[in-house]
């Protein structure tokens, strides 16, 4: 059974600074990894998505990496805003296109002004 | 662009009452996903349907029951309703000839009484 498991749970930072959220799975066998922004109480928007032949995927200050034999992926931030406080969720889809996706139980990200 | 419409947005409901949920895929999207997501938990997965057959199954309780129209939208049906199924449920769907990316709705917030 896949287990998906990010580091740090919680992360307080102040304003401009670049950090790494860590993402680990269990099982290689994936068809793809997705990074979610989750505010309080609302949905899930997707930031990246990572095919399981891709290395990485980069969008404005969001860059994420996928190591899919050691079974890690990484979200990189560059000069963080509060505006970027919420909880980041990281995702993995089973080998097949259309699987389900198994989350972490994702990092509460706080920038501070 | 259209988004993935989930509704209606709250609902509360008692006790052995029955909840109807509803999800409208993103137009030409195959598959629908439902989860649910109780409270500062990662959104676990309940069922799936790719062109309107059943796709998947997850921690999907016995009193739940989900179907997708031939219009490709989707309902959950729960019936004798516990406290415990107060949660945020979410739909998603993707299209699985494409990169798969998986697209959430703002879900429904179910509060039991």
């Known amino acids: 059974k896949q287990e998906v498991t990010q580091i740090p749970a919680a992360l307080s930072v102040p304003e401009g600074e670049n950090l790494v959220l860590n993402c680990s799975f269990t099982d290689s066998a994936i068809y793809n990894l997705q990074w979610f922004r989750q505010d309080p109480g609302k949905g899930l928007t997707s930031l990246l998505l990572i095919q399981s032949s891709q290395r990485e995927q980069t969008s404005g200050r969001l860059n994420a990496s996928l190591d899919k034999s050691s079974g890690r992926s990484t979200l990189y931030i560059a000069a963080s805003q509060p505006g970027d406080s919420a909880t980041y969720l990281c995702a993995v889809s089973g080998d097949n296109a259309g699987n389900m996706l198994t989350f972490g139980g994702g990092t509460r990200l706080m920038v501070k002004p | 662009a259209a988004g993935v419409i989930q509704s209606p947005r709250h609902l509360i409901k008692e006790k052995r009452e029955t909840a109807t949920l509803k999800c409208y895929p993103i137009?030409?999207?195959?598959?629908v996903y439902w989860y649910q997501q109780g409270p500062g938990q990662d959104p676990q997965f309940l069922i799936s349907f790719y062109e309107k057959m059943q796709s998947d199954k997850g921690s999907i309780p016995d009193r739940f029951s989900a179907q997708q129209f031939s219009d490709y939208h989707s309902e959950l049906n729960m019936s004798s309703l516990e406290l415990g199924d107060s949660a945020l449920y979410f739909c998603?769907?993707?299209?699985?000839?494409?990169?798969?990316?998986?697209?959430f709705g703002q879900g429904t917030r179910l509060t039991v009484v």
């Open positions: 137009p030409r999207h195959d598959t």
């Open positions: 998603a769907s993707s299209r699985t000839d494409m990169n798969t990316e998986a697209f």
